[in-house]
């Protein structure tokens, strides 16, 4: 699938066997892709190799061996990659198996963007974010594919995190066009474009609202083509029809699976690439769009920005009107369309085939070579102050309380959402006492709105055994984390702010105080008061 160089370690030299586990080996999946590749180039390099794997396609069969046999057939001379982005329930397996061994991290959809639609695929990710941490003690090392996933990883307290570029394939994407479908398309319509698998996270339902008002404020004759897998029986399926007939935009055709020549024929009558995706770990198609020289409008979420890198059109809102002007203005500018494009092609300059390859082997090494790595100290916080809105908005009442209380607590941390997405999250850490974390979705402007959760900020704070005060218990932040940290958590709620406490919060009884901006002092204090007995029986503990 991929070209690999031919390097071949000296003659006489003896490597390590270095194997890979994956839960699941399917054909065409981002994850098999990537195990496939690797294992391609660490045989390319001399190591013998095989992949293990509790499922996999028929397509596969040949390929994979039972996850099972990993206990008796590693010895501990062997090395094991761990391939984790969905619930394996492999950790028993793992604590068996002998070997030095290192996690590959694809990152993991949050329960809650499946919540309302799949009851059971909302569970396995909530029990996959649980295995994160359950294997942290059993590796030595940890690899992300971005640098939104590694900030997790160093939140879980991992050893030795660091990026690997994700490697793509591109002469997969050199397919002749399905020339009738291109035809059929290529009809004067402006042909919008997204590909996908429609399941809740895509919001797939956002981009059919998007061109619902593009097509209605600026563009009649225009197209919306959907490809990718799609079941109509689920109910995220049910519901995309139904936003569908609710929206009444024309020319919205939800295609499903398409054969290769088919999707060639689609990106070579797109105008525009469109993604809504609440959540990337990386975000492959975006860069496939950018490779059929397609301009990409993509919604900042998650690790969007970092795999643009500065390319196509990043916008920092989800409002179907904001986005459609930004669709008709890329459709009436042919200078910028171009300026979009050349944009692109530097994007994908330093990702060619070889470079990848020898940035993959030096990444692997101290890993292959047994490198020493000693583990980071864990957390010595004293407590941990949750004030999601510090960073974005510093004079808001709850920053003033946040400062306050970091005042007078020595030895506590300030976490807060950093308030604009970057190429290079994993670089944030603590500045002048504060700690940044990258938030799952851009950050609402003027303060309105829910703020988003943060994966990386609520894994540390499963991590820490500190007490933690949320300042906003009805920020995402403090929903996502308090059933995790419940028994040791206070919460404040501003007078007549947005947003419902969740029932966690509620529960917290006389821990949720009720801040009056006016008069902060008895909320300082009652604190205060609080956490030195907290404190106490937690050093106690």
């Known amino acids: 699938m991929f070209k690999l160089p031919s390097r071949r ?39 013998a190799s095989e992949i293990f794997a509790e499922q996999w396609d028929e397509s596969c069969r040949e390929q994979a061996r039972p996850a099972t046999l990993l206990p ?21 397996v793992l604590r068996r198996t002998p070997g030095r061994k290192a996690l590959v991290y694809h990152n993991i959809t949050p329960a809650r963007l499946f919540e309302g639609f799949d009851r059971k695929v909302a569970a396995a990710c909530a029990g996959a974010r649980d295995e994160l941490l359950e294997l942290q003690p059993l590796m030595e090392r940890a690899y992300a594919y971005s640098g939104f996933s590694a900030e997790e990883l160093r939140a879980a307290e991992y050893p030795a995190v660091s990026v690997l570029p994700f490697a793509v394939d591109w002469r997969a994407f050199d397919v002749a066009p399905d020339e ?35 097509q209605r404020l600026y563009q009649p004759r225009s197209r919306l083509l959907i490809t990718g897998y799609l079941n109509r029986e689920t109910p995220y ?40 995706s609440r959540h990337e770990g990386f975000g492959v198609p975006l860069l496939e769009a950018m490779y059929r020289d397609v301009p990409v ?61 020898e940035q993959v082997r030096e990444g692997l090494r101290p890993f292959l070579e047994g490198q020493a790595q000693a583990r980071a100290a864990a957390s010595a916080a004293s407590v941990e102050i949750v004030c999601p809105t510090l960073a974005r908005w510093p004079d808001a009442p709850l920053s003033r309380l946040g400062r306050r209380l970091a005042a007078a607590l020595a030895g506590s941390r300030l976490l807060t959402l950093h308030p604009a997405p970057s190429a290079t999250p994993s670089e944030r850490r603590e ?9 799952d979705q851009p950050l609402p402007r003027h303060g309105q709105g829910t703020l988003p959760g943060s994966s990386s900020l609520e894994t540390a704070l499963r991590v820490s055994r500190a007490p933690v005060v949320f300042l906003g218990v009805e920020a995402e932040v403090a929903r996502a984390a308090l059933p995790h940290v419940h028994a040791r958590a206070w919460g404040v709620q501003e007078a007549g702010a947005p947003g419902t406490p969740s029932a966690e919060a509620t529960a917290l ?16 204090s009652r604190l205060l008061e609080g956490l030195s007995h907290s404190r106490s029986s937690h050093a106690r503990g």
Not at 22 to 47: E, F, I, K, M, T
Not at 72 to 92: N, T
Not at 190 to 209: E, T
Not at 325 to 338: S, T, W
């Open 9 to 47: 370690p000296a003659q006489g030299s003896r490597l390590p066997a270095v194997h890979q586990l994956v839960p699941r080996l399917a054909w065409g999946d981002a994850v098999g892709n990537q195990v496939r590749y690797l294992q391609a180039l660490l045989r390319s390099w001399g190591h």
């Open 72 to 92: 008796r057939s590693l010895s501990a001379e062997e090395l094991l990659l761990v391939h984790h982005s969905f619930q394996s329930r492999l950790v028993p």
């Open 180 to 214: 009738a479908l291109k035809t059929e398309l290529e009809d004067g319509c402006v042909n919008i474009l997204f590909v996908g698998r429609a399941v809740p996270s895509k919001r797939i339902d956002d981009v059919m609202r998007v061109f619902a008002a593009y």
């Open 237 to 276: 399926g049910t519901y995309l029809f139904g936003v569908k007939e609710l929206l009444g935009a024309e020319r919205v055709q939800l295609l499903g699976r398409v054969s290769a020549a088919q999707l060639s024929a689609c990106y070579a009558a797109a105008t525009v690439y469109l993604s809504m």
């Open 297 to 357: 409008v993509a919604y900042g979420a998650a690790a969007v920005p970092e795999t643009m890198g500065g390319a196509g059109i990043t916008p920092l809102t989800d409002a179907p009107e904001e986005i459609a002007q930004v669709l008709a203005v890329l459709e009436r500018r042919p200078d910028l369309r171009q300026r979009i494009l050349d944009g692109q092609r530097e994007r994908l300059r330093p990702l060619g085939q070889e470079t990848v390859a």
């Open 431 to 439: 500045k002048e006492g504060v700690w940044r974390f990258t938030p």
């Open 509 to 524: 009884g006389t821990r949720l105080l009720t801040l009056d901006a006016a008069a902060p002092e008895g909320t300082v």
